[in-house]
């Protein structure tokens, strides 16, 4: 990684509080963009002459259209977006005397309502839950929890056994930018997580700190996450796809209003 490159990285993490995921988005975007220069213009902005300054307008607009034709209109958008906050930078440094990404329009994102699950087929999914071992009671805990607090799927595979208050009913979420905020959560997920930290008990697992843990006593991933939605969604013969996502936008979610912290004990409670 260069030296600008590195510079750009530290920012982000020390002063903009960025999330270590999103570091690795920018720094991404912006070698390919770095590897585009060296590969067809022969130039290299960290070492060679004219550093970062050389780079103009034309040269992201060649390596837009010439990298990603007929990509969605986000992922360009993210790309431009990731590269003209690492010119930005420059700029702040005193680096380069202008940002030749200021110039590049951004495509319009698509707006599209998330998909979700009607109640009644909520309930059926969340009833069709098989009961037996720690991983069935894992299971459950993570779509219980997903469903009754809207956390993001990010947010839930980062929960430390410590972030949950149970006598409460709360848990403890860093969330984006690392605002850290306490969502309250229902009966019914309390109840499921009781049974799966009851069952983990059973056994030792290498890394404790992490809420939920695979099948090794690793943490869980937000891959593995929506694998298990996956198989919660055939065993209730629902027939459609749904991301992890998709759980914080129900209609019972959105009929709370502005309140902090949405609660769906109330219609959750049957279940």
Same mark, same amino acid.
């Given at each position: 990684?260069?030296?600008?490159?590195?510079?750009?990285?530290?920012?982000? +993490?020390? !002063?903009?509080?960025?999330? /270590?995921?999103?570091?690795?988005?920018?720094? @991404?975007?912006?070698?390919? $963009?770095?590897?585009?220069?060296?590969?067809?213009?022969?130039?290299?902005?960290?070492?060679?002459?004219?550093?970062?300054?050389?780079?103009?307008?034309?040269?992201?607009?060649? $390596?837009?259209?010439?990298?990603?034709?007929?990509?969605?209109?986000?992922?360009?958008?993210?790309?431009?977006?990731?590269?003209?906050?690492? $010119?930005?930078?420059?700029?702040?440094?005193?680096?380069?005397?202008?940002?030749? #990404?200021?110039?590049?329009?951004?495509?319009? =994102?698509?707006?599209?309502?998330?998909?979700?699950? &009607?109640?009644?087929?909520?309930? %059926?999914?969340?009833?069709?839950?098989?009961?037996?071992?720690?991983?069935?009671? =894992? %299971?459950?805990?993570?779509?219980?929890?997903?469903?009754?607090?809207?956390?993001?799927?990010?947010?839930?595979?980062?929960? =430390?056994? !410590? %972030?949950?208050?149970?006598?409460?009913?709360?848990? =403890?979420?860093?969330?984006?930018? /690392?605002?850290?905020?306490?969502? &309250?959560?229902?009966?019914?997920?309390?109840?499921? +997580?009781?049974?799966?930290?009851? #069952? /983990?008990? /059973?056994?030792?697992? &290498?890394?404790?700190?992490?809420?939920? +843990?695979? +099948?090794?006593?690793?943490?869980?991933?937000?891959?593995?996450?929506?694998?298990?939605?996956?198989?919660?969604?055939?065993?209730?013969?629902?027939?459609?796809?749904?991301?992890?996502?998709?759980?914080?936008?129900?209609?019972?979610?959105?009929?709370?209003?502005?309140?902090?912290? &949405?609660? @769906?004990? %109330?219609?959750?409670?049957?279940?």
């Amino acid at each position: 990684m260069g030296s600008a490159i590195r510079q750009f990285s530290q920012y982000l +993490l020390s !002063e903009r509080n960025a999330s /270590r995921e999103t570091v690795r988005a920018y720094l @991404r975007e912006i070698s390919e $963009f770095r590897s585009f220069l060296m590969a067809t213009e022969g130039k290299d902005p960290e070492k060679g002459k004219g550093g970062w300054k050389s780079v103009t307008a034309a040269d992201l607009r060649r $390596f837009l259209s010439a990298r990603f034709p007929g990509r969605k209109s986000s992922t360009m958008a993210r790309k431009i977006s990731a590269i003209r906050s690492f $010119f930005s930078f420059l700029m702040g440094q005193g680096e380069i005397p202008g940002n030749p #990404a200021a110039s590049i329009a951004a495509p319009r =994102r698509e707006m599209r309502l998330p998909e979700f699950l &009607p109640v009644d087929e909520m309930m %059926d999914l969340l009833r069709s839950l098989p009961e037996g071992g720690e991983r069935e009671a =894992r %299971d459950a805990a993570i779509l219980e929890l997903l469903y009754s607090s809207g956390l993001r799927v990010g947010e839930l595979v980062s929960l =430390r056994r !410590e %972030d949950v208050n149970l006598d409460e009913g709360t848990v =403890r979420v860093s969330g984006k930018g /690392r605002k850290v905020r306490v969502v &309250p959560v229902g009966e019914k997920a309390v109840g499921a +997580l009781k049974e799966y930290l009851t #069952a /983990r008990r /059973r056994r030792e697992a &290498p890394q404790r700190d992490a809420l939920f +843990l695979n +099948l090794r006593g690793g943490p869980l991933t937000a891959r593995s996450v929506a694998r298990i939605l996956d198989g919660a969604l055939r065993r209730a013969t629902v027939g459609r796809h749904l991301s992890p996502h998709g759980l914080r936008h129900g209609p019972s979610r959105r009929c709370w209003g502005t309140r902090r912290y &949405p609660r @769906r004990s %109330d219609t959750h409670g049957s279940t």
